[in-house]
């Protein structure tokens, strides 16, 4: 079993910078990668960036490259995702999720464990 607790999320103006976290506990050894996801009002949850836990390579939606920085830390049971220039279209509730492989993916139905998500306001 794993769980992940996203925090970090809050109210922001935008062109400001925010780092969401998510704090991983239980058989972490068992991911493959863990990916944030995000859903804006209205929209449907959307991939946003992952991470593999042993070599740490990253994967970005294209509308994330630039703008998003995914990380991890040396223990691998904290994943952070930086967003930069802040704007009103990233207000979503950001969702850290883990698959156990065996590779990452963009798509939802592979990730088995799930935070129950942190709120992003941005406001102009």
């Known amino acids: 079993q794993v769980t992940l607790v996203e925090s970090g999320g809050g109210s922001v103006q935008a062109g400001d910078s925010l780092r969401v976290s998510c704090a991983a506990s239980?058989?972490?050894?068992?991911?493959?990668?863990v990916a944030w996801f995000r859903q804006a009002p209205g929209k449907e949850r959307v991939f946003v960036a992952a991470i593999t836990m042993s070599g740490g390579a990253t994967y970005y939606a294209n509308s994330a490259k630039g703008r998003f920085t995914i990380s991890r830390d040396n223990a691998n049971d904290t994943v952070s995702l930086r967003v930069n220039i802040l704007s009103t279209e990233d207000t979503a509730v950001y969702y850290c999720?883990?698959?156990?492989?065996?590779?990452?993916?963009?798509?939802?139905?592979?990730?088995?464990?799930w935070g129950q998500g942190t709120q992003v306001t941005v406001s102009s």
């Open positions: 999720a883990a698959t156990p492989g065996p590779s990452a993916t963009k798509m939802r139905s592979d990730y088995i464990y």
């Open positions: 239980g058989r972490i050894s068992t991911l493959y990668a």
